[in-house]
Structures are given as structure tokens and as C-alpha cells.
């Protein structure tokens, strides 16, 4: 891998980017638009994070001039991507497909010949608006826009680390396609953006891992943009399993919209230790579309970590679900927000959303905020949140039977999180977050 100069950037570095990755004008010309967005728009004002204390948009730069390192693609899972299973762990599959960013640039990517042969695509986003112009060009931004704020805007003119993933109507894809980014180097700045298309009648998973090393004091920031079309009678299942240092600070946007019948469904870890301001949305937009989304998280030292759940019904007879459990050590801070939203004319529909908070050290911080906003009068629609501390009967009656004091804790955190766990798809993504929630609870 090649690595350029490390520059401050401006309108004419977007530029150079866009002439580096070879990308076509109305790409180029569309980051530029976005830039010149983000120079006029305010910083947005979140209400439980501020990421001017972690210099967030100080610390951003990119690499003028890199090549990815080319990557096998043809490993299994456990193979190549040592956080979601071990060596001889038990239900690991093959990937239909795998990307792996260590850095910006262009990923190798295998896909399998069978699946290619039948229309699958994946490719770097760059190399997708040249060869899928249409469906990139229809598709990019219509979910996150350039438009909606600074940091979105900022994103959208400097993505250095894109994937596109198309599947056409009628196709199954029985095998994760997996994507990879590693934070390993300070210097190798990786800016996300994921965008996949699920046609009519046909089905895809997507698992996206994130990990890192040790980056120094000064740190890195990040931005992420994910966009999830599922067109009528489509089923996609979304896996991000996150963990990051301490010295990473993020912002990540990731949506997904369905069509008449479609299927989203999401599992989420957040494992790491860094500084994530994150939201996850699905549009139901088509009547009958249904979405799901479990969620696990793990706070340690002083992760700071906003999450925003949110579902959308806007067609008739839809259905979403979110289910959220996490556990709040040293001195974390956990904000899970649930917002389910029944627009007017979506009758029929059935909203509901549970989330659980534990906090295990008396510096630890969480807060759970559910909301429904409910614009329809037919509709199902419910909620509940709940913080609290380990039960203190539960933890004499564990001791009183010979238990030590930490391995009760232990038992009573996986009681807790296993509902979550044992409901998440693939084996290994269920392996993979059943170890760091050990690895956490070891501390």
C-alpha cells in the first residue's frame, strides 16, 4: 500500500479525490456540491453529546494518493476476519463476498463466480458510478443527503471508503457479504459509505465489522453514511459489530427504506470504546414492509456512546420491532433513544420497542428514551425503557450458594443480554459478540 501526504481538507483536495479514484463528472461534481454545502451549514446541536469537545471536525483530513492492499476473498469468515470467529469455531460460512478497508482506497474484491454469474455486483462505489451509473446515480443520497446537515454534507464531499452492492430481482444470496474496516494506523484515515440495492423478490446479508489498534493521544475522526434499499417482497439482514479504540470519534448515519412487503432487519454491537454519536433508521415506506432491530452494546472506561433507533411507517400494515439491551461499566456513558414515527395514513401498523440499561459501576451514566409519535389512529404502537442497577437479591442468592461476587456479575449480565444475543442471525455474528461481552466482563 502507497500512502500520500496527509492534507487539511478544502474544496480543491474534494477535487483532487475525485480525479485520484477515477471517478466520473457527475460524481465529482456532486462531492463538490456537498462541500460546498458543508462550508454554509451549522454543526448540528445534539442533546447528550458535544462533539466540539473532541475537535470533531479538527481532526479531520485526508490521504492524498493510496492503494488499498489487496485482500483475499475467498476465505471463510472465521478465516478472515479473526473478530467473528475462532480458528475452529463452530457454524462459519463461507462469504459470497468480502471487502476489507485498512485504509482509503480501492478494496480487492472477490465475488463468487456463480453469484456474479447470475447478476450479483460488488464493487467500490468509485468503480460502480462509472460501471452502474444509472442505479448509483438514482440511488446515491436518496436516503442521507448532502442536504440534511454539516457532518452529512462533509461526509458525502470526502468518502474515501465506499462499497456498492447490487442484487438483482429474483436472486437469493445465501452467503454474508462482508466488509471489513480496521483503524490500525493514525495516518490511515477511512471515511465509510456503503450503498446496496436489493431488487424485487430477491434477499442479501450484509455483515460490516469494525475494529482498530491502540491510534496515539491525537486520535481520528469518521463520519459513516450507509444507504439500504430493499425493493417489494426483498429481504436484507444488516450486522455492524463495532469495536474501536477509545481514541476514535464518529459520527454514523445508517438507513434503509422497503418497499411493498420488503424486509430490513438489523443487529447491532457496540463493543468498542470510542466516541459514536450513531443513528439507525428504517422508512416503511411499502404497505406490509416489516423491520427489526436488536441491539447489544458494552460501555467500558469512558466510551460515550448516542444511539438512535428509529422506524418509520409510512405505508399501510407495517410492522417494526426494536429490541436494545446494554450494560454500563466504569465510567460510560450509554444514551439509547428509540423513536418510532406512524405517519398519517399508515393504518394498520404495529410499532413496538423495549430497552434496557444496566449500570454496573456507580460512575457509569445511561439513559433510555423511548418515543412514539403517532399521527394515524388505527395502529398498534408500544414502548418500554428501563435503567437500573444488578439486582442486589439476585446477586445474594448466586453468593449465597458458593458463587463468587464477580462471576455472579457475570451471570447476571449474559442473563440479561442473552435475549438480545440469542435472537441475532449467523452463528458467528452471535460467537463474535458473546466473546467481547465476555472480554468486557473480564476487565
Known amino acids: 500500500m502507497t500512502v500520500g501526504q496527509v492534507i487539511q481538507i478544502d474544496r480543491a483536495a474534494v477535487e483532487r479525490l475525485a480525479q485520484e479514484r477515477g471517478e466520473p463528472v457527475w460524481l465529482r461534481d456532486w462531492r463538490l456540491e456537498a462541500w460546498d454545502r458543508y462550508t454554509r451549514l451549522p454543526a448540528p446541536k445534539l442533546e447528550r453529546s458535544d ?3 473532541r475537535s470533531f471536525e479538527e481532526k479531520w483530513r485526508i490521504d492524498a494518493d493510496v492503494d488499498a492492499t489487496p485482500q483475499s476473498g475467498n476465505s471463510t469468515l472465521g478465516v478472515a476476519e479473526d473478530q467473528l470467529a475462532e480458528p475452529d469455531g463452530d457454524g462459519r460460512v463461507e462469504a459470497a463476498a468480502m471487502a476489507v478497508f485498512s485504509g482509503p482506497g480501492h478494496p480487492h474484491i472477490h465475488l463468487q463466480a456463480p453469484l456474479a454469474d447470475q447478476g450479483v455486483y460488488v464493487a467500490d462505489l468509485s468503480t ?3 460501471e452502474r451509473e444509472e442505479v448509483v446515480r438514482r440511488t446515491l443520497g436518496s436516503l442521507v443527503s448532502p442536504e440534511e446537515n454539516r457532518w452529512t454534507a462533509l461526509q458525502s464531499a470526502c468518502w474515501n471508503a465506499g462499497l456498492f452492492v447490487y442484487v438483482p430481482k429474483g436472486v437469493r444470496v445465501e452467503a454474508p457479504v462482508l466488509i471489513s ?3 490500525a494506523d493514525p495516518q490511515n484515515r477511512i471515511f465509510p459509505r456503503v450503498l446496496a440495492v436489493v431488487e424485487e423478490g430477491a434477499s442479501l446479508t450484509l455483515v460490516e465489522t469494525w475494529s482498530g489498534t491502540e491510534l496515539g493521544q491525537e486520535g481520528v475522526s ?3 453514511v450507509d ?10 439482514r444488516v450486522a455492524t459489530l463495532q469495536d474501536l479504540p477509545r481514541e476514535v470519534t464518529g459520527f454514523l448515519t445508517r438507513r434503509g427504506r422497503t418497499a411493498r412487503d420488503a424486509r430490513l432487519d438489523w443487529a447491532i454491537g457496540e463493543m468498542g ?3 459514536l454519536v450513531a443513528e439507525y433508521g ?3 415506506e411499502g404497505p406490509g414492509s416489516r423491520s427489526e432491530a436488536k441491539v447489544v452494546a458494552a460501555g467500558t472506561g469512558r466510551q460515550h456512546l448516542d444511539l438512535t433507533l428509529h422506524m418509520v411507517h409510512r405505508g399501510r ?3 417494526s420491532d426494536i429490541l436494545a439491551r446494554g450494560v454500563a461499566l466504569d465510567r460510560s456513558d450509554l444514551v439509547f433513544r428509540a423513536v418510532t414515527g406512524i405517519e398519517k395514513g399508515a393504518v394498520g401498523t404495529d410499532g413496538h420497542q423495549a430497552e434496557g440499561l444496566l449500570m454496573l459501576s456507580p460512575k457509569a451514566r445511561a439513559n433510555a428514551i423511548p418515543m412514539l409519535l403517532i399521527d394515524e389512529n388505527d395502529v398498534k404502537a408500544d414502548h418500554a425503557a428501563s435503567v437500573g442497577k444488578i439486582n442486589a437479591e439476585q446477586m445474594y442468592y448466586l453468593m449465597s450458594r458458593g458463587i463468587p461476587e464477580d462471576e455472579a456479575k457475570r451471570l447476571i449480565v449474559r442473563g440479561f443480554l442473552d435475549p438480545v444475543i440469542d435472537r441475532l442471525p449467523l452463528a458467528d455474528v452471535k460467537g463474535w459478540m458473546e466473546r467481547l461481552v465476555e472480554r468486557k466482563m473480564a476487565r
Request: glycine residues 6%.
Open 181 to 183: 474496516y480496521r483503524w
Open 273 to 275: 470504546e470510542a466516541y
Open 222 to 224: 469518521t463520519a459513516v
Open 128 to 130: 460502480a458510478a462509472r
Open 227 to 236: 444507504e439500504y434499499l430493499v425493493e417489494a417482497n426483498g429481504e436484507l
Open 317 to 319: 400494515f407495517t410492522m
Open 51 to 53: 462533539l466540539g469537545k
Open 282 to 284: 428504517t422508512t416503511l
